[in-house]
């Protein structure tokens, strides 16, 4: 009925930067909120960002000053621009969504994950 797809994972050196992307699509009416969070091999997921419907963000404090959530309310689509990468912040980056559909329901969705790998 709804989904999250991911894209915009992958491969890259410490220092680059990638840009993540999860649209939603199915029979939504509005979105409370939208982020990512991250899991690590061995490792509890973790909040990385997240952004409101007014756009109000929240961010880890690992990834403060080097990454930048946003959305665009429109096209039901959040981004997460990732500047000067670390081999620390390799992990499956997951897309969240608390989503209101047409039948009045709030449903909280998750992406299926995407990779990102940091060498150093």
């Known amino acids: 009925q709804v989904q999250l797809v991911e894209s915009g994972g992958g491969s890259v050196q410490a220092g680059g930067s990638l840009r993540l992307s999860c649209a939603a699509s199915g029979s939504i009416f509005s979105i409370h909120v939208m982020g990512w969070y991250r899991q690590a091999p061995g490792k509890q997921r973790e909040l990385v960002a997240h952004?409101?419907?007014?756009?109000?963000?929240n961010y880890a404090e690992s990834v403060k000053g080097r990454f930048t959530i946003s959305r665009d309310n429109a096209k039901n689509t959040v981004y997460l621009q990732m500047n000067s990468l670390s081999p620390e912040d390799t992990a499956v980056y997951y897309c969240?969504?608390?989503?209101?559909?047409?039948?009045?329901?709030?449903?909280?969705?998750w992406g299926q994950g995407t990779q990102v790998t940091v060498s150093s």
């Open positions: 969240h969504g608390l989503l209101v559909l047409t039948n009045a329901l709030t449903y909280n969705v």
């Open positions: 952004i409101t419907s007014v756009g109000t963000t």
